[in-house]
T-cell receptor
């Protein structure tokens, strides 16, 4: 059973903000939202995670709706090197990470 | 080391041969995971080690696949009698204990296995 739903692909112009949506309508109270990305031919890379508050780090911002049923990953100034598959994952307790198909983000020059 | 190290980075083997893939996790990370990623596909969970607990083997696709971990350090994934369908990138990740939800996984660069 998929815990998250993401668009298959998205385009974004270089220098603009990339906003990647994720639906997780069945998320439970102790589950965190994690984002990873995988650049071609590399292992997945951790980006950010959050529980209910919005989070920001040097890579991205994570906006979680008040009901926690959806979230948006924001890359504020996308570059060509941000082209990758972005995975939104819901995880709680001792669960491992279950990767769905993710969103293939293509940054256009 | 600073990251998760996997070896070899590439392996070509003949169908029917056994292969061993190695993963060195980040020092102090008690949790270790193996995933498989076939060409153009998502990541499939294979097996998970946490400290001295019995591993979670629920993702292993057949009894030809096995994995071991020595304490909280190196892990080896063994595939016996390899088949062409085993061709994939095998990724290892480590993290602090899973109870530490406030922490992500660190992945290695993977081993690309090609069975010919």
């Amino acid at each position: 059973d998929a815990k998250t739903t993401q668009p298959t692909s998205m385009d974004c112009a270089e220098g603009r903000a990339a906003n990647l949506p994720c639906n997780h309508s069945t998320i439970s109270g102790n589950e965190y939202v994690y984002w990873y990305r995988q650049i071609h031919s590399q292992g997945p890379q951790y980006i950010i995670h959050g529980l209910k508050n919005n989070e920001t780090n040097e890579m991205a911002s994570l906006i979680i709706t008040e009901d926690r049923k959806s979230s948006t990953l924001i890359l504020p100034h996308a570059t060509l090197r941000d082209t990758a598959v972005y995975y939104c994952i819901v995880r709680g307790g001792a669960d491992g990470l279950t990767f769905g198909k993710g969103t293939h983000l293509i940054i256009q020059p | 080391g600073a990251g998760v190290s996997q070896s070899p980075s590439n392996k070509v083997t003949e169908k029917g041969k056994d292969v061993e893939l190695r993963c060195d996790p980040i020092s102090g990370h008690t949790a270790l995971y193996w995933y498989r990623q076939r060409l153009g596909q998502g990541l499939e969970f294979l097996i998970y080690f946490q400290g001295n607990s019995a591993p979670d083997k629920s993702g292993l696709p057949s009894d030809r696949f096995s994995a071991e971990r020595t304490g909280e350090s190196v892990s080896t994934l063994t595939i016996q009698r390899t088949q062409q369908e085993d061709s994939a990138v095998y990724l290892c990740a480590s993290s602090l204990a899973p109870g530490h939800l406030n922490y992500g996984y660190t992945f290695g660069s993977g081993t690309r296995l090609t069975v010919v």
